[in-house]
């Protein structure tokens, strides 16, 4: 086993388990209160520093095992997919801070809409640069990312039920109106007082 291998290895697991916990929440409930999502979801941002630090190394390792000229334009096309992740990686490890995240407001959030897109570019980097070349780590980390994105899409589709069924519940609710119709309220007799 190569550490290189095992270094792409421990930033896909580490990724995944950023993501885990959000996912959980929404598909498995009852799941929010278990030990395990509760440490992840508190060391989220730790695991992302480590997707990154250990997704680094595992991209030098293997420059220097293949000998890759980086002043070639051909390198940077032959493993764009490993550089992109790279660059998103990096572009959200940068901006996790709480200062970084007090200093973007809203563009935060869309920056860190990119951890998606790692969930199909990892996969699609790991059959390309690992086809006729499999391990058992090839074999977890197609299995880690693949159950996340089954579990990604299933709670993608509860969210987009829950909306429905809130829109069609606030669609079929009387909306309330400025002026009172008073032939409709029940006469109040005023001569007791």
């Given amino acids: 086993m190569e550490l290189s291998n095992f270094l792409g290895c421990l930033a896909v697991m580490a990724y995944t388990a950023t993501l885990l916990p959000s996912i959980l929440r929404i598909v498995f409930p009852r799941i929010q209160r278990y030990r395990t999502v509760i440490w992840l979801m508190r060391h989220r941002r730790l695991m992302g520093l480590f997707a990154f630090s250990a997704g680094l190394g595992h991209g030098l390792l293997m420059i220097m095992q293949r000998n890759l000229n980086l002043l070639r334009l051909e390198t940077y096309f032959d493993y764009i997919s490993g550089f992109l992740i790279l660059l ?77 069924i809130a829109k069609h519940l606030n669609a079929s609710l009387p909306s309330p109106s400025l002026k009172t119709d008073k032939s409709n309220q029940p006469k109040v007799n005023n001569s007791d007082a």
Avoid: N
């Fill in 88 to 164: 998103i990686l990096a572009i959200l490890s940068v901006t996790s801070p709480d200062w970084a995240r007090r200093k973007l407001k809203s563009s935060w959030k869309k920056i860190h809409q990119l951890t998606y897109l790692l969930m199909l570019l990892i996969p699609g980097h790991i059959l390309y640069t690992m086809s006729g070349d499999w391990s058992y780590m090839t074999h977890i980390e197609l299995w880690s990312m693949g159950s996340v994105i089954v579990l990604f899409l299933r709670r993608k589709h509860i969210e987009r039920r829950r909306s429905s």
